[in-house]
């Protein structure tokens, strides 16, 4: 789908339990003013479930026409085969507990920057997920992630959204029976394993703000897959989990990972499939991948992640752009993390490096900023959300394990390390002077970064 398919409406269909409710009381009058100070037409309608949005997609909108809908990502889940049989494009409005589909996307939080974001962006046709006939978005899962969501307390998700989660699988991973489960990956050999938890991604993220692999993006045609074995126990499970955070699991030693168009996972019949947060079918199952599907109007930012492409300036274009925006991005990542630690790291060197460091690392942010502007590129954003979901959870692992500091030092080290990897990467000679300056400083910083990090760690 093209831009000059659009008829130049847009259709508004938000839950009506999750506005905040001065926007019930105007009619979400500030998200209206984004979408028609754009030039389009728009209809707000407020709806009680995802049952109520998918008729009015298939009722009251023509192709080419846009729906603004506002959920989380069970909702998104819900609408995705009308929003593709209607032929419209979809702009998600984040109002759930996670929204990994916004975090892919890399919506900001806030619903109308959000929705000024997704409006001024580009029409991008992204993958989305099957199993069983059923279409999901972000991810599914076999075994902890399943168990857990009957476990969720309703009263604890309104009250601490992200917070719910992590005690529930918690009390999964104690207590659920490992499964044996036989994986095949497109025409490779089954494998059988015995397994605590399979998950199955499209999204870039999943479980409010997991991610699973560095390079998955919804455009690449493939899912990707980890397998996390009985014989992982609690803490290393805890490892696992911080690699989620932090990084990447793709060369985890306690995970098995793959990555292709389909995936079977034969045995344990019934047992429940967990995906984009609701469960949606049950093995026996068969995973496939719906390539260039959904019509989406994405954020540039989510562009130049995919795409890197600079804006057409009369500069020529920059050697290697593609890895210096991973660089700017996980800078930026980095720093908002080490903000997020700060207040609840109990050791008072971490809580020292957390906070010089973010600050530092900000102000290198802006110096790679200033020399990448002539070149079209624009800053990098953050995680939405990534500091409220990073301070529960870190308070979560604070209440569980006694020595939370020595695991979240671990896991910046790691982040450390791969932030200095990537900058290796780069040739500085062939860089504008100002980049080449700023990303020798980051360089630098990440080295006293780890040695720091390093004689923590020792003394913890």
């Known amino acids: 789908m093209k831009s000059s ?28 003013n984004v979408f028609e100070d754009a030039g389009y037409k728009t209809e707000l309608t407020l709806c009680d479930n995802p049952e109520v949005i998918k008729e009015q997609i298939s009722s009251a909108c023509t192709p080419g026409d846009i729906v603004a809908v506002g959920g989380g990502d069970g909702t998104i889940n819900a609408v995705l085969d009308t929003v593709i049989a209607q032929k419209v494009v979809l702009i998600p409005v984040p109002l759930g507990t996670a929204n990994d589909f916004a975090r892919t996307l890399t919506l900001p939080d806030d619903l109308v920057d959000a929705a000024r974001a997704s409006i001024h962006g580009q029409i991008r046709m992204l993958d989305i997920g099957n199993v069983n006939g059923n279409s999901f978005v972000n991810a599914a899962s076999i075994g902890v992630p399943a168990d857990a969501r009957k476990r969720i307390n309703p009263d604890l998700k309104r009250t601490f959204g992200a917070i719910s989660y992590a005690v529930a699988n918690w009390q999964s ?8 489960l036989t994986i095949t990956c497109g025409d490779e050999k089954p494998q059988a394993m015995k397994l605590r938890q399979v998950t199955i991604t499209n999204g870039r993220y999943f479980g409010g703000g997991l991610r699973p692999s560095e390079t998955k993006s919804p455009e690449d045609g493939l899912l990707h897959m980890f397998a996390i074995r009985d014989s992982v126990d609690t803490l290393n499970g805890l490892d696992i989990a911080a690699e989620l955070l932090f990084g990447s699991v793709d060369d985890s030693s306690y995970a098995t990972t793959m990555q292709c168009d389909t995936i079977k996972v034969d045995g344990e019949d019934g047992a429940p499939i ?9 093995l026996p199952a068969k ?9 989406v109007f994405a954020p540039n930012s989510f562009v130049d992640q995919v795409d890197g492409d600079s804006d057409g300036s009369d500069n020529k274009p920059l050697p290697q752009q593609s890895e210096i925006n991973d660089i700017m991005r996980d800078t930026i990542d980095f720093a908002v993390r080490l903000e997020a630690i700060y207040p609840v790291a109990q050791n008072s060197d971490l809580k020292a490096l957390c ?10 942010s802006r110096q790679l900023e200033l020399g990448l502007r002539p070149y079209g590129i624009n800053a990098a954003s953050p995680d ?3 500091q409220n979901l990073e301070e529960l959870r870190d308070k979560v692992m604070g209440w569980l394990l006694g020595n939370a500091d020595t695991r979240l030092a ?8 791969t ?6 990467v780069i040739s500085l000679d062939n860089q504008p002077p100002e980049v080449a300056k700023a990303l020798d400083r980051l360089a630098t910083e990440m080295g006293n970064f780890s040695s720091t990090l390093e004689n923590i760690v020792k003394d913890l």
């Not at 995973?287 to 019509?295: C, E, T, W």
């Not at 671990?410 to 390390?417: F, T, V, W, Y």
């Not at 932030?419 to 290796?424: P, S, V």
Request: charged fraction near 30%; proline fraction near 5%.
């Open 5 to 32: 398919d659009l008829t130049g409406k847009v259709h508004l269909l938000l839950t009506k339990s999750k506005l905040p409710d001065d926007w019930r009381a105007n009619g979400a009058q500030a998200l209206r």
């Open 173 to 180: 991973w104690h207590e659920m029976e490992p499964l044996d």
């Open 274 to 282: 967990l995906a984009d947060g609701e469960i949606i079918a049950k």
């Open 287 to 295: 995973f496939a991948i719906r390539a260039a599907v959904l019509p």
């Open 355 to 364: 906070h010089d460091g973010a600050g530092e690392l900000r102000s290198i």
């Open 384 to 386: 939405p959300d990534l």
């Open 410 to 417: 671990n896991g910046l080290k790691a982040r450390a390390e």
């Open 419 to 424: 932030l200095t990897t990537e900058i290796n």
